[in-house]
């Protein structure tokens, strides 16, 4: 049977059942979305307990009061339960943009895989790993997918270890977004203005001897966080061009190498003679380029 509809008008797309992601939406209307201290009120579910280690008290207890005022409820299912994540309208004051004309204090960042981020501030260099806590959390998870191709598809058993996997694949992305989150705040915090590389991830990730680490890094997660904490402090987020030769560019005399590769961590300049470690020389030099970038 074939089915005509208005022009402009399509078919539903209809959530599957086994998706990763499994979540729906509701909007707040006639007070059907309600927070007590140890519950929430949803709409056909009812009251619904909350778990006092999981949820933002600070948060909480704004809504008690009134402060924030509530706009829709997202209820998602993942590997270890069910959260919600509740949309609420808040007035905040807005900062004022950073003055350019003034002294402000800006500094350069350079991603990588061994160290995640050098950040360079004119004078000193501070350098910033994923903790050992997340390394570890791998090796778990490492030994635990090898205990699932042991076990017989569609057995109890297998049902079991598949949902371990997917509970600590769940605390993985929780340590290395809690670890954006911190970090970013400091930043954010200490200087008006950040520069950062535009990087292409999407080509990055088709070296298929870096995929897994490129990926696992969480680059992008990290920016967008570092942009939004920095626009509300009224901060300003600089991105260089993806094709600035950041590391293959000398910071003392300006001299471009002509080749580096991937394992030189150290190189020496050809025309000056400095030493430089890769890291370092690409934020000095991504820096620099911030700031002319920001005086053109």
Known sequence: MTAFLPSGVVFPKFKKKHSPKQTYTTKYTNGNI????????????????????????????????????????????????????LSVQEVVAISQPVDLTADYR??????????????????DFADYSHGAYIKQAEK????????????????????????????????????????????????????????????????????????????????????TFLAYKLDWRGGRLVKVNRFFASSRLCSACGHQSVALTLDERHCACSHCGTVHDRDHNASVNIRNEGLRLLAV
């Open 34 to 85: 309600a927070v007590t201290p140890e519950a929430i009120k949803l709409p056909k579910l009812g009251l619904v307990a909350l778990f006092p280690k999981k949820t933002n008290r600070k948060r909480l207890q704004s809504l008690l009061d009134g402060t924030l005022k509530i706009q829709t409820a997202t209820i998602t299912r993942t590997a270890t339960g069910y959260t919600v994540s």
């Open 106 to 123: 800006c500094v350069g960042i350079d991603l990588g895989l061994k160290t995640f981020a050098v950040v360079y501030d004119g004078k």
């Open 140 to 223: 778990k998870l490492a030994k635990l997918q090898q205990q699932l191709a042991r076990c017989q598809k569609g057995s109890k058993n297998y049902d079991k270890q598949r949902t371990k996997v997917a509970k600590r694949h769940e605390h993985i992305a929780n340590q290395r977004k809690d670890f954006h989150h911190k970090l970013s705040t400091i930043i954010a915090n200490e200087n008006q203005v950040v520069v950062v590389e535009d990087l292409n991830i999407r080509g990055m990730v088709k070296n298929h001897k870096l995929a897994k680490a490129i990926s696992n890094a969480g680059w992008r997660q990290f920016i």
